[in-house]
């Protein structure tokens, strides 16, 4: 069964550094997403992303962030400048596209695991 | 976007059944229903969607009477390893694409 992959499992940075985090959505998919939970919290979406280009953002998706399909098959979320409560896990996730916005069901990888210290 | 409203835990053992019921009163009507189940330290994982009266796949059935303010996640004969956090969402349209997630229903299973 395809599934999305993500790249570092935990990530551990000193703050102010920059990361970037890694996926592989699912092949045939063409809408990608980024979310993030910090411990004990709830699933917050941070970005989605289509056609090349942001579709839609969070209030929490601000200059600090940045998306970007540098190939066919990588999808990445780079933070600048991390800061300590940047430390959560972000899961990348993806979903096919071409169906209804109401059904298309978006497969979540395992997530990486960011620490700043 | 419609609220969702679902029991924050629940406890069972193991071969019993397990009904997780979710409330959605403003659901509009193409809004479907959608369940996902989280293990720790893992990403959500896709479990069953549906939009009226009964679905059901390998893992789960969902029960939707034909008001759709509420639906039913089914697990039957749960194991130790279906201890884990479910979500239900009702996935708007109006919403994009982004998935909300609220906080869930621990589900604890023992032996």
């Known amino acids: 069964e395809p599934e999305v992959t993500q790249t570092p499992s935990h990530q551990v940075t000193q703050m102010g550094q920059e990361v970037i985090l890694r996926c592989v959505p699912i092949s045939n998919h063409l809408y990608f997403y980024w979310y993030r939970q910090i411990l004990g919290q709830k699933v917050e979406f941070l970005v989605s992303?289509?056609?090349?280009?942001?579709?839609?953002k969070s209030e929490i998706f601000d200059d600090q962030f940045s998306v970007e399909r540098p190939d066919g098959s990588n999808f990445t979320l780079k933070i600048r400048s991390t800061k300590l409560e940047d430390s959560a896990m972000y899961f990348c996730?993806?979903?096919?596209?071409?169906?209804?916005?109401?059904?298309?069901?978006?497969?979540f990888g395992p997530g990486t695991r960011l620490t700043v210290l | 976007l419609a609220k969702t409203t679902q029991p924050i835990s629940m406890d069972s053992y193991e071969g019993q059944e397990v009904n997780i019921t979710c409330s959605h009163n403003n659901i509009a009507t193409n809004d479907y229903i959608t369940w996902y189940q989280q293990f720790p330290s893992q990403g959500p994982r896709f479990i069953i969607q549906?939009?009226?009266t009964k679905v059901t796949n390998e893992v789960a059935s969902l029960f939707i009477p034909a008001d759709r303010k509420s639906s039913t996640l089914s697990l039957p004969r749960v194991s130790l390893s279906d201890t884990a956090v479910y979500y239900c969402l009702v996935h708007s349209t109006g919403g994009g694409n982004k998935l909300t997630f609220g906080t869930g229903t621990q589900l604890k299973v023992e032996l």
């Open positions: 549906g939009y009226k």
């Open positions: 996730a993806s979903s096919d596209g071409r169906l209804a916005v109401r059904t298309d069901t978006q497969y």
């Open positions: 992303f289509y056609n090349n280009e942001i579709s839609e």
